[in-house]
DNA sequence: GTAAAATTAGACAACAGTGTCCAAATTTTT
DNA sequence: AAAAATTTGGACACTGTTGTCTAATTTTAC
């Protein structure tokens, strides 16, 4: 099956090459981030982002020194910050609950809220939707440290799920997907990635997700 | 229910406030269209779409007048298009299939191949998510015209499915969601929206997201 | 074939953004 | 308190884009 991994063999270690900015870096950072998610990659303007971090645009220069390094350094940012709340996520995914339901849904909002949901998230899977095709950093970057990684894990949480009993599964990888599918199917997406959804509708969401999901996948013997 | 509507009552008749663009006009809508999926609203360049259409500067300020006229003119032009291909697949809604596995695969490509994975739908869902905030006239367009009526037209072909005794449902329009976000779950979208997925991908989501589908809410009684 | 309409190429001013330089001001460190 | 580092605001040349105008050319309609 190849899911057999074992949880605690994880590096939770964030990668090592995006040292965790602050100060005035973090605010150009957040304000460029901003930016990119509203209004794309080629359409910012560095002084845009600096009257928006609250800094002067040479300071800009001074820290990322070109527009194009700024876009990596976004690129960095996103994927490590997204990268750590997705590990964090996945790391309470329910072993052997007493209820399933309720355990999957409560992981749900996990997963959601705070990976999918947050700035760094959205802005990361608009920036892969976008212009990965341009930025071959991008893809590069979320291949090697980022959440491209962590799908194989949140699948192995599944199989883990099914070898305990409580799934029953043909292929872990497609549960994975089609989980993550249908709890986010219900996100009201329209009003687009810049307006965070409440708290509610990803609770709804996520309900309704799983229960389609247990509908679909849940062990009958239970 | 409410979902008690009969096919024969869709107005298959385009939106009456888009003329069917032919010639040059044509061909700068289709090049705008090709430059607003690649490189977002806020980074066209009037310059490199008259270039890409084979026209002049001149020719797209004599028919569009402006850059804001110009995107509202995709904007209708991709609603329009979308939401025809839309009802022409919906149309063919299996209604009493022997095989109702093999029935929804074939449907579910149907909508996949011509509709989401076509310029128009990948234009529309890009602008959707991205621009719906700062182009009011896009939402007001898509529910008054476009794709946004036709969700519970989709809605209402699954609520007649489990009323021919195929399907259990508790909440067709859940049920309708469900179906699309399940077959959309596997088309490789890292790709981003400017790569079409092959026939073999798309035809491979589709069975994917059918069998999860109908492993959730097919009737047992069959 | 001729008149009308559409299209073209090119020039043009206005504007916005980039990236650089520098001197003054501010903050941090010693 | 002095020294060092950082930040600021403004000026600058440069580039690319917009939208307008013109005269010449091509296409279409009669």
């Given at each position: 099956m190849g899911y057999g991994f074992c949880m605690s063999t994880i590096d939770f270690a964030p990668p090592p090459f995006v040292p965790q900015a602050t100060g005035k870096l973090r605010a150009i950072l957040d304000a460029a981030k901003r930016a990119v998610v509203r209004d794309g990659l080629n359409a910012i303007s560095i002084d845009a982002i600096a009257a928006d971090a609250g800094v002067s645009r040479q300071t800009v220069y001074n820290h990322l020194g070109d527009k194009e390094q700024l876009v990596i350094a976004v690129i960095r940012d996103v994927t490590a910050r997204s990268s750590a709340s997705l590990m964090a996520a996945v790391a309470t995914f329910p072993d052997r609950p007493d209820d399933v339901e309720a355990a999957l849904t409560e992981f749900a909002v996990r997963l959601l809220d705070p990976c999918m949901c947050d700035?760094?998230?959205?802005?990361?899977?608009?920036?892969?939707?976008?212009?990965?095709?341009?930025?071959?950093?991008?893809?590069?970057?979320?291949?090697?440290?980022?959440?491209?990684?962590?799908?194989?894990?949140?699948?192995?949480?599944?199989?883990?799920?099914?070898?305990?009993?409580?799934?029953?599964?043909?292929?872990?990888?497609?549960?994975?997907?089609?989980?993550?599918?249908?709890?986010?199917?219900?996100?009201?997406?329209?009003?687009?990635?810049?307006?965070?959804?409440?708290?509610?509708?990803?609770?709804?969401?996520?309900?309704?997700?799983?229960?389609?999901?247990?509908?679909?996948?849940?062990?009958?013997?239970?």
């Open positions: 700035i760094d998230g959205r802005a990361l899977r608009w920036l892969l939707e976008r212009e990965s095709g341009r930025y071959p950093e991008l893809l590069q970057t979320w291949q090697a440290y980022g959440p491209g990684q962590d799908w194989p894990i949140i699948a192995g949480c599944f199989a883990r799920l099914a070898a305990n009993g409580y799934l029953e599964l043909d292929d872990a990888s497609v549960a994975a997907r089609h989980f993550v599918a249908l709890i986010s199917a219900d996100l009201p997406t329209a009003q687009g990635p810049c307006v965070r959804p409440s708290r509610e509708a990803v609770q709804k969401a996520a309900a309704t997700g799983v229960r389609t999901f247990l509908r679909a996948f849940a062990s009958r013997q239970r």
